[in-house]
């Protein structure tokens, strides 16, 4: 007799890929990552231009447009996640695809990180089943529309 499909949110800790221990310890760190980026994120405003957010944590500027006249690779992608944390959804995806991304996918781990302790459920559980390479192509493919995108719409043009 075959058990049924387990859904991947309801693996206790016991039956995770990785020992408890070492489950809690992942899902604590990726939580805090998570928890901090969110803080500092929502403490600071979307730069109205599309980039330059990240200057308000304290980094310099960015030295790819003054050097090439284009955005680099990642420009907006601070803005982009700044304006997902405070819940502008459309204005991130249009400020950055990329970057809009790479905050709902890393609000949504640490949100199920969090779940994860909370509940004694296994954190590695599901992030082993996920199909890892799909999800790199996906993210590389995303990354270098993004780019094309912030070059499209760059205002430097």
């Given amino acids: ?3 049924p499909p387990r859904a991947p ?3 206790p800790i016991a039956a995770g890929p990785l020992r408890p221990g070492s489950d809690r310890v992942f899902a604590g760190i990726v939580a805090a990552v998570a928890v901090t980026c969110f803080v500092a994120l929502a403490r600071v405003a979307p730069d109205a231009r599309g980039h330059g957010t990240h200057e308000q944590l304290g980094l310099d500027p960015c030295g790819w447009p003054l050097h090439y006249g284009i955005p680099c690779p990642t420009c907006g992608c601070t803005t982009a996640a700044c304006l997902v944390v405070h819940g ?3 204005a991130a995806v249009t400020t950055q695809p990329f970057g ?3 905050a709902l996918f890393g609000l949504a781990v640490g949100v199920h990180a969090i779940a994860c302790l909370v509940r004694g459920r296994s954190f590695a559980d599901l992030l082993v089943r996920l199909p890892f390479w799909r999800l790199v192509l996906a993210f590389v493919v995303l990354f270098f529309a993004g780019w094309g995108w912030t070059y499209l ?4 043009r």
Avoid: D, H, N, Q
């Avoid at 719409?153 to 430097?156: K, P, S």
């Fill in 1 to 3: 007799m075959t058990s």
């Fill in 9 to 11: 949110w309801t693996v």
């Fill in 88 to 90: 502008r959804l459309f």
């Fill in 100 to 102: 809009a991304l790479v």
């Fill in 153 to 156: 719409t760059w205002e430097g």
